[in-house]
């Protein structure tokens, strides 16, 4: 097959197909990281472009002014805390919703707002044919989470599902707004973060999956096809009781294939890669983190044999190349896909 471009080779991957080598590419490198590996790179988009990623990722602009040493209050009104990692954790007790009183005197941020899509009209300008532009948008639970917090939003899916499934429709109808305004100027795919499980299973009963976020999940996942997007669905986590209601929501493509919460990556693909592209699963939680490039060399290569045949497999870690991650392992896990990630696998 003749050398294809990174967006081709992302675009076929990600409709199951086969490309002329397996697509790669993170959703975070940590600036540690990146600076160990490309010291001369000013930002992720160089360094993705010096690491022969694949796809350019961007998101729409949302203000944040620093309230403290590591502070930062978002447009959205939560307050978030930055500690080593590059991306915040919102601080529960100064969540902006606790009740349903609080959500009707709610006024999220303008999707049309001036400067919203800056980065993306950038990326488009700069990358549109040759890397695939990814937008990372939301589905049904990272937004209710931040305005609510993570241990308010679980109580209140038992006490106030109404409150619930208000947050859930607000997160879906700003989402698709936002979607039509990055299909409209040309990118290539929309991936959704929204974690709804942890390394034991879901965060909520498969029952209350299905009532609160699983018809939101199918509109919000349909509004972007019908946009024609294709999508990446993000979650972390077990998430075997709640996986058919996942990919049958009409995502394209499921990520990371978490090792630590018993997703197999053959397994999945064996039962739903007729249906989804895969993308992950070389372990950032223990292997990247604390093994040895030699142990890196040979999970990549497993990776790669039980992902890339038959297509529909983009390589990558387990969910992010975060701060504990040693950079040489992370340099291991590339080299190893630029020398067996070629088609015919041959491993």
Not at 163 to 168: C, Y
Not at 262 to 285: F, P
Request: with cysteine; hydrophobic share 40%.
């Amino acid at each position: 097959m003749a050398e294809l471009t990174s967006a081709e080779r992302v675009m076929l991957a990600l409709h199951r197909q086969e490309p002329d080598r397996v697509p790669h590419f993170e959703w975070l490198v940590d600036r540690k990281v990146r600076e160990a590996l490309c010291p001369n790179c000013k930002d992720p988009h160089e360094f993705a472009i010096a690491m022969g990623h694949d796809a350019i990722l961007v998101g729409p602009h949302f203000k944040k002014e620093q309230v403290g040493p590591d502070r930062w209050l978002s447009e959205w009104g939560f307050t978030f805390r930055y500690g080593l990692e590059e991306h915040g954790v919102e601080i529960e007790s100064l969540c902006p919703i606790k009740t349903l009183a609080d959500f009707k005197a709610f006024t999220p941020p303008d999707p049309d707002a001036p400067g919203r899509y800056d980065e993306i009209e950038w990326a488009v300008k700069e990358f549109k044919g040759k890397k695939a532009i990814g937008v990372h948008l939301n589905d049904v639970f990272s937004l209710p989470r931040y305005l609510m917090g993570m241990t308010n939003l679980l109580m209140a899916i038992v006490i106030e599902p109404e409150l619930v499934q208000a947050l859930v429709e607000m997160s879906v109808e700003i989402n698709l707004k936002m979607a039509q305004k990055v299909a409209a100027l040309g990118v290539d795919f929309v991936h959704t973060g929204d974690d709804v499980a942890y390394s034991k299973g879901p965060l909520m009963s498969p029952a209350h999956f299905r009532e609160l976020f699983y018809p939101g999940l199918c509109r919000v996942m349909g509004g972007f096809k019908e946009l024609g997007l294709t999508v990446i669905k993000h979650t972390d986590g077990n998430l075997w009781p709640i996986l058919d209601m996942i990919v049958d929501s009409g995502i394209d493509c499921l990520d990371p294939i978490d090792p630590m919460g018993g997703m197999d990556l053959a397994e999945v693909k064996a039962k739903y890669g007729d249906r989804i592209a895969l993308k992950g699963n070389v372990d950032c939680v223990h292997l990247l983190s604390f093994g040895t490039p030699a142990e890196v060399v040979e999970a990549t290569k497993e990776a790669l044999r039980q992902g890339a045949p038959g297509g529909g497999y983009i390589l990558s870690s387990s969910n992010s190349i975060h701060s504990a991650v040693k950079p040489e392992n992370y340099q291991a896990m590339l080299d190893t896909w630029r020398e067996y990630g070629r088609y015919p696998i041959s491993l």
